[in-house]
């Protein structure tokens, strides 16, 4: 049983998918960006960003918008054609793109031929020679077409949002969608060659009970993926204007979201998955399951991954490039967005030059969560030794020289341990989410 303590989960802190964090971002020179893509060494991945939806639910705070005319579509995916030719432009000769990961908003929103496209001027423009293909889907717009689509590009690995299967936790975040539904678009997926498939599942929703979120997962097991992400839902209005909508006055409090994420972890953990991280799981033998347990598992703006590359390039509106010596964001406003790519300028508008200082925290935060120990310099560690005290008095982490580990006990405090080694964090006034 993990141990509760609601004063050291008491303040909200980052998820970490980058050091310095995107709070941090703040306005940069496009010429900074053009260097780093001018300078890159070692492997790239790609994340491309499909900013539309069928249907905007409630609860999301992804930069997305409904898909709506058709004319809107063709003036974004002409932009990122462009974006696309301007970026790979700038890259050394011989630079190999390991991996391509489209997210969203939800990709499977536009015409399969659209994608089929955007993925011939991918191949084009970058040279991909067979790299590993993600792709985040939605549920609800998932057809046979796409299906085919997907084993036609070659498509491996996907990630479906599933959230809940509760139809009244489904109606409070404006996420509507038949088990059928969701069981069809998993055979579509299997039989088009998916063979790593995720479910995006969250706790700590309105009007949610902890049998209901057994259930989500019991039937998440059924359907047989092979990865589930288990997040705790972040009601924060005053950041994501759209989750005014959510009635609140049911949401679990602080201790039962607690109780339902370790419902979660104890489930899974005993039903066929490994731990990847807090709130990650795979089964015996995915990619990110082994990378788990071998320790060579890393962290980026998807999340936990198994994707070792020290560079990662964003194409679209809002995507972060990442670099060891630089964060870069795209213009988030869409009309804005288009006009820069169209016209081949670099999109890139916020961010954060990555000092020496910065990477050296950020190896220690990812290697607090991804392998749950690092090593800390007498320096930072007298800097945190006030902070880390309580952890280590009530024996959810442990200090052995200058290892500090966190213990089975402490796991749901990783988010907090880490936050310790982040400077900027005691200055944002940023408020983020809760760690559990």
């Not at 050394?92 to 969203?104: K, L, N, Q």
């Not at 201790?255 to 990650?280: I, K, S, W």
């Not at 080694?421 to 559990?436: C, G, L, T, W």
Request: hydrophobic fraction near 40%; aromatic fraction near 8%; charged fraction near 20%.
């Amino acid at each position: 049983m993990w141990p509760y303590h609601p004063d050291l989960l008491a303040t909200p802190v980052p998820r970490y998918t980058s050091f310095p964090t995107a709070a941090e971002f703040a306005a940069i020179e496009s010429d900074a960006y053009r260097t780093a893509l001018e300078s890159v060494e070692g492997n790239v991945s790609l994340y491309v960003h499909i900013p539309f939806c069928e249907a905007i639910c409630f609860y999301c705070g992804c930069n997305t918008g409904a898909v709506g005319r058709r004319s809107r579509v063709e003036s974004y995916l002409s932009a990122l054609q462009t974006e696309i030719e301007t970026v790979s432009a700038l890259l050394p000769e011989g630079t190999r793109i390991a991996r391509v990961a489209f997210g969203g908003g939800s990709p499977n929103a536009i015409a399969p031929a659209d994608f089929a496209r955007l993925v011939d001027t991918l191949a084009l423009r970058f040279g991909l020679a067979d790299p590993v293909m993600s792709i985040e889907l939605d549920p609800r717009s998932m057809t046979r077409r796409w299906a085919d689509t997907i084993q036609e590009v070659g498509i491996e690995r996907a990630s479906l949002g599933v959230q809940t299967f509760a139809p009244h936790c489904q109606a409070t975040i404006g996420r509507i969608q038949s088990e059928e539904l969701i069981r069809q678009g998993t055979e579509w997926l299997r039989a088009a060659g998916v063979t790593s498939l995720n479910f995006d599942l969250m706790y700590g929703l309105p009007r949610q009970t902890r049998e209901d979120l057994l259930d989500s997962l019991r039937r998440t097991q059924a359907l047989g993926a092979d990865r589930i992400a288990l997040f705790g839902y972040a009601h924060v209005p005053h950041l994501v204007p759209r989750q005014r909508v959510i009635d609140i006055s049911d949401m679990p409090d602080q201790a039962e979201r607690f109780e339902m994420a370790q419902l979660g972890f104890t489930h899974l953990c005993t039903h066929g998955y490994e731990p990847v991280g807090f709130d990650h799981f795979a089964r015996a033998g995915d990619p990110l399951a082994a990378a788990a347990l071998a320790g060579t598992l890393h962290r980026n703006f998807q999340g936990f991954t198994d994707d070792d590359a020290p560079n990662v390039i964003g194409l679209g509106a809002s995507a972060i490039s990442a670099f060891p010596q630089l964060l870069a964001q795209n213009e988030k406003n869409s009309g804005r967005y288009r006009m820069m790519a169209t016209q081949g300028q670099l999109a890139a508008a916020r961010g954060i030059a990555r000092s020496g200082e910065d990477q050296r925290r950020g190896r220690i935060i990812e290697s607090l969560l991804c392998s749950g120990g690092a090593d800390v310099s007498r320096a930072l560690l007298s800097e945190v030794c006030d902070s880390l005290a309580p952890f280590l008095e009530r024996k959810l982490a442990s200090l052995n020289g200058v290892r500090l580990a966190i213990a089975p006990e402490g796991l749901p405090y990783a988010r907090t341990i880490a936050a310790l080694f982040d400077p900027y964090r005691r200055e944002s006034n940023r408020r983020f989410s809760s760690a559990v």
